[in-house]
């Protein structure tokens, strides 16, 4: 049984198989005769928003001959309070995977558990492994492999996305520097559990100078809306602008995961001079994730 629940848990050789198939992906759009998921029911359960990894998904388990369900947790009784563990159970007994996108990694962990169905973390607070390998594919696609370069992540340093980039970083073999204020930081023990090249620091610009990729996150993620106010205030000059990419070697990559707040984590002449870059890696959730979708079945 396999399941994706975090770049932590994800075997190196299976993260590459992953980023290898999901370039065949991209390439044979529209033409691949196989049909992995033929005949499968495949669930997407949501508790929080979600607009790329939502659409992709869908399209991509149709594409591979499934039917996705979507299902919010706030429609279905685990909203109401049913246990994981009893949604797990019931819901591994009609369909054949699920999508999942929450809060607490111990739900997705524990879905995975008593479902008996290959499980996949859709975004937790803990880790989003869906977009960091769309990403990678992204930079591969553009710069060639990623092994040996300069990935500089800039905002809040401790949330889902950087982590899963700091998991990535120790299997992969590049150097991932984090700027963001020390309360912003990843923890001592998550740094040692990554085991990488991985720098963090409060000096935005250090961070930024002959960097490959500057790549950015929301200030304020799901969830997190009460702290709203004293996130803006704490990340105000942790922002990917047109000074900072200056900084970085030419023709470096900017990257943004989405959603974008033009103002706070990137300016929008930063952002749009980059949009090219930045929906490529949003289109390539759908490629990445049908490799995920594959990869999950076989
Ligand atoms: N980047 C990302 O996961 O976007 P959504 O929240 O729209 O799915
Ligand atoms: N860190 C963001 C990622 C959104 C795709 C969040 O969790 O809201």
Not at 96 to 108: E, K, L, N, P
Not at 132 to 148: F, N, P, V, Y
Not at 264 to 290: G, M, P, V, W
């Amino acid at each position: 049984m396999k399941h994706l629940l975090s770049i932590e848990k994800l075997a190196r050789p299976d993260m590459e198989r992953i980023l290898t198939d999901s370039v065949v992906m991209k390439r044979a759009r529209g033409r691949h005769k196989a049909q992995p998921l033929a005949g499968q029911t495949w669930a997407l359960i949501f508790s929080k928003s979600s607009t790329r990894t939502r659409v992709s998904f869908e399209v991509g388990i149709s594409e591979l001959g499934g039917r996705p369900m979507f299902l919010s947790a706030a429609d279905i009784q685990l909203g109401r309070g049913e246990p994981i563990k009893d949604t797990a159970r019931v819901m591994g007994r009609m369909l054949h995977g699920a999508i999942f996108r929450t809060y607490a990694q111990s739900d997705v962990e524990e879905f995975a558990q008593y479902s008996g169905i290959p499980t996949i973390n859709a975004l937790t607070d803990a880790e989003h492994p869906c977009q960091i390998l769309a990403d990678i594919q992204t930079i591969q696609e553009k710069q060639g492999s990623i092994a040996g370069k300069i990935v500089t992540f800039i905002g809040d340093g401790a949330c889902n996305v950087p982590v899963s980039w700091m998991f990535a970083a120790g299997k992969l073999g590049f150097q991932l520097r984090i700027a963001a204020p020390k309360k912003f930081q990843p923890s001592a023990a998550l740094l040692k559990r990554a085991a990488g090249k991985i720098i963090c620091t409060e000096d935005v610009k250090a961070a930024a100078r002959e960097a490959d990729v500057l790549y950015t996150d929301v200030w304020v993620s799901m969830g997190k809306e009460a702290e709203s106010a004293a996130r803006i205030k704490a990340l105000k000059s942790y922002q990917i602008n047109q000074a900072l990419v200056k900084l970085a070697k030419p023709g470096a990559l900017v990257m943004h995961c989405l959603p974008a707040y033009r103002g706070k984590e990137i300016d929008d002449a930063t952002f749009e001079a980059n949009a090219d870059t930045i929906f490529t890696q949003a289109e390539n959730r759908l490629h990445a994730q049908k490799a995920i979708l594959n990869w999950a079945v076989s």
